[in-house]
């Protein structure tokens, strides 16, 4: 019974832990950078700052999986150690399926795109 | 998962799982709701994925050039954003047992949520006025299905958002409140990030190509 008594507690300390992590200082850093990073993708859409439409796409993507990242860190708190690391363990394995999902779909769906084509289309193909 | 030893050590020891031990009330909600947002990921990376393969397929109907207003975008982005940011401190006033700013906190998230949407839908009627309906074109139907899956998810936030403040009203900070704040917390930072992806890939890229 001890014994049992002891887990249930250990358990609670360490579920208090998996949570209690927000700051002001946390959430202010969190977000001023997301307003950084959403202003200048913006910004170099707007304006057409960068000299080719291809780096632009490039460089906003970029400030997307940053701003991503920011988000997951600041707001919504994750690290490797909450929930003895399982919540870390369902992210990594939804991103390994987001990116065989996203990549297969654009890749097999841009081939069947491409021969599909007219024969007369052909010579414009990338 | 505690390995619990005989205590009689007879120097025979027996060994079995007692993992059996109580639990507190929602002790795993938190993991719980972490895959459930997890599983609604994947959901949006198919609208996502959908959106990508169809982006370009105009039907000779109009383009995105055509239709968004960055300026529009970029005040919905920051209402959003700032709904973010006034949950965060709403949830830092709960930390401090303070009732009546938990409350205002969560009224102006609500607030800013409630812009959010309702600018989204006025974009939303301009384009359908325009003849741009989700039917026009394969490009136009994967928008409204993505832009309006994740809206439906901010206007469920705001339902949800509602329920809570009366229960907080009613009954106070009391634990289980507690706990679905903190629900309801990672749901709506959750589709801020998504929101991430929206503006980046649908309305920057779209209007960039």
């Known amino acids: ?126 | 998962m505690t390995v619990a030893v005989n205590p009689a050590q007879t120097g025979e020891p027996v060994f079995y799982l007692a993992d059996e031990h109580p639990h507190p009330e929602g002790y795993s909600t938190s993991l719980g709701f972490w895959i459930y947002l997890m599983s609604d990921c994947l959901i949006f990376a198919m609208l996502f994925a959908a959106f990508g393969v169809l982006g370009a397929n105009y039907a000779a109907g109009p383009a995105p050039k055509d239709l968004f207003d960055l300026d529009l975008v970029a005040v919905n982005t920051s209402m959003l954003l700032l709904s973010s940011i006034t949950y965060g401190f709403a949830m830092l006033t709960m930390q401090q047992n303070k009732i009546a700013q938990t409350q205002m906190w969560l009224l102006i998230t609500g607030l800013f949520g409630a812009a959010f949407i309702g600018i989204e839908l006025t974009e939303f009627a301009h384009m359908i006025h325009e003849g741009a309906t989700p039917q026009r074109s394969a490009f136009l139907s994967a928008f409204f299905t993505l832009v309006g899956t994740h809206g439906l998810h901010v206007s469920c936030g705001l339902i949800w958002l509602v329920t809570l403040m009366v229960q907080v009203w009613r009954f106070g900070l009391i634990e289980a409140n507690r706990r679905r704040l903190m629900c309801l917390s990672m749901f709506w930072h959750f589709l801020d990030v998504v929101w991430i992806g929206v503006f980046t890939f649908v309305y920057l890229l779209g209007v960039l190509r």
């Open chain 1, 1 to 126: 019974m001890s014994t049992d008594t002891h887990a249930a507690g250990a358990h609670d300390h360490h579920h208090d832990d998996g949570h209690a992590h927000s700051t002001f200082s946390g959430y202010m850093l969190g977000f001023v950078l997301s307003v950084v990073l959403t202003a200048i993708p913006f910004w170099l859409v707007m304006s057409g700052a960068l000299p080719s439409k291809q780096i632009t796409a490039l460089v906003i993507m970029a400030f997307a999986v940053v701003q991503i990242v920011v988000h997951m860190i600041y707001f919504l708190h994750m690290n490797t150690k909450s929930e003895n690391g399982w919540s870390m363990m369902a992210l990594i394995f939804t991103i390994v399926m987001v990116v065989i999902a996203l990549s297969g779909s654009l890749w097999v769906m841009n081939h069947l795109n491409s021969n599909m084509m007219p024969i007369h289309e052909m010579t414009g193909m990338k």
